[in-house]
């Protein structure tokens, strides 16, 4: 007997000897950094304009649009949403397009949150 207990603490066949614990770490998921997306206010685009672009690229009812149109307005710099970086830059690059189509000077650009 005595070489039964020789060759387990030696061999590594006895109880407890090769048993492993495997443990896996959840990968902890991060939130998107957010961007606002910000109006600019000039004294030459007209506010229908302006209204009428917050209902078209950033989906506001008309009520809120002429609130954040006359937000933008009386203090100069207005936001208009906030989304992930890729969203607001598409939405800002669109805000632009328009402005520009329409020979309107409006300017919209983002910040992070």
Same mark, same amino acid.
């Given at each position: 007997m005595a070489e039964d207990n020789d060759q387990d !603490? %030696? &061999?590594g066949t006895? #109880? &407890?000897q090769g048993v492993g614990v495997v443990s896996k770490t959840a990968p902890k998921t991060k939130r998107p950094s957010l961007y606002k997306v910000l109006l600019l206010n000039d004294d030459y685009t007209p506010q229908e304009f302006v209204v009428? @672009? @917050?209902q078209a690229v950033f989906k506001k009812? #008309? %009520? %809120?649009a002429v609130r954040i149109? @006359?937000?933008v307005h009386q203090s100069g710099v &207005? $936001?208009?949403g906030v989304y992930t970086y890729e969203i607001? %830059?598409?939405? $800002?690059? !669109?805000v632009m397009e328009l402005s520009r189509r329409n020979q309107h000077p409006l300017q919209c650009t983002m910040e992070r949150e």
């Open positions: !603490q %030696e &061999g006895g #109880p &407890g009428w @672009l @917050l009812d #008309p %009520e %809120e149109m @006359l937000h &207005g $936001v208009c607001a %830059e598409t939405k $800002v690059a !669109q």
